[in-house]
């Protein structure tokens, strides 16, 4: 993804009880109900990460490159488990969503639906990666706000390939505490250098030039 927009959306107060039969619905509903009327142009996608909706377009052709080859050689690893590579998929934990480049969950997803069936719940997913995008605003949701997010719901394994830290940096993060929003566990590799997975279905999977090359 590239440049992205914030789309803040709260509930409006006007200072008057609700209207009999009504209940004043929580900025989380607010925002899930606004997310799920959407009809956004093609090209586009939206995701609720803590309090936004944020509208980002697709990646650029580095960004596609790059998850391809990814999304090819888990495949090839996960091939002989119970487990699969998923790109662009709706991720949904507690009225939030996210689209993760690419994340690994069972290969039946039925076995993982979301409460109204708009995606896979995020407490069955194993792993998500991100390929960092130019710009601030993208750097700072991949780096910062989708930790937190991802550490909140427990999802054991972030990864980010990001070739905007210093000369290109894989990010493996395992070992999240919900409370604290955060992964305790950082381990920082810089291109030119094998990154491998500790743990889980993709364990001992490495990430190298093969994946992250110009």
Known sequence: MTALAHEPCSAVDDGLPPAAGQEAMSLDEVLWQAWKAMELPEGYRAEIIEEYIEVSPTGRRRHTVIINRLRRALEAHLADGDHAAYQDGNLIHRRKVWIPDLFIAPE?????PDEEDLGVDASGVQAVFEVVSPGREAQSRDRERKRRAYARAGIPLYVLIDDFDGDGTVVVLTNPNPKK???A?????????DAAIPDGPAKGFVIGDAIVSL
Do not use: K
């Open 108 to 112: 039946d997803l039925d076995e993982i």
């Open 185 to 193: 566990d950082e381990h920082r590799v810089p291109y030119g250098t």
């Open 181 to 183: 929003a955060d992964y």
